[in-house]
């Protein structure tokens, strides 16, 4: 089945769509600006991260080795994003958490989360 991810303009405002549902995008703002506590994340890439596109990033205490495992030469880039931001993200299906095992002898297991091109906007401020 194909998932409309995007925008929808209502009366009530913005609705933002994942694969698994719809938030507000004033939902989404406040998520994102909030003080609670956040998840550390860490991906390899070529440049920074970019609004449009999709992104990977690793997760939990093998988080770095698996991202280098991942991408190996490629800069590491780091954020710390919330967890209410990010729980909003994968109820509707616009991030997607797994566990993923490194490419190299080594084996490296940790966790991944997915996020899909419309979740760039939301999340890629975070990162350093």
Do not use: C, H
Request: glycine share 12%.
């Amino acid at each position: 089945r194909a998932a409309i991810v995007g925008f929808f303009f209502s009366g009530g405002g913005a609705l933002v769509y994942g694969p698994y549902g719809q938030v507000t995008r004033q939902e989404l703002v406040r998520a994102a600006a909030s003080q609670g506590p956040t998840l550390r994340v860490v991906t390899s890439q070529t440049q920074i991260p970019q609004i449009g596109l999709g992104l990977s990033v690793a997760t939990g205490p093998n988080a770095q080795a698996l991202a280098q495992n991942m991408q190996p030469g490629l800069t590491l880039y780091v954020a710390e994003i919330p967890v209410a931001l990010l729980s909003l993200l994968i109820r509707i299906g616009l991030a997607i958490p797994k566990t993923t095992t490194g490419v190299d002898p080594t084996g490296v297991i940790g966790q991944e989360i997915r996020f899909l091109p419309a979740a760039s906007q939301w999340i890629v401020g975070f990162f350093k």
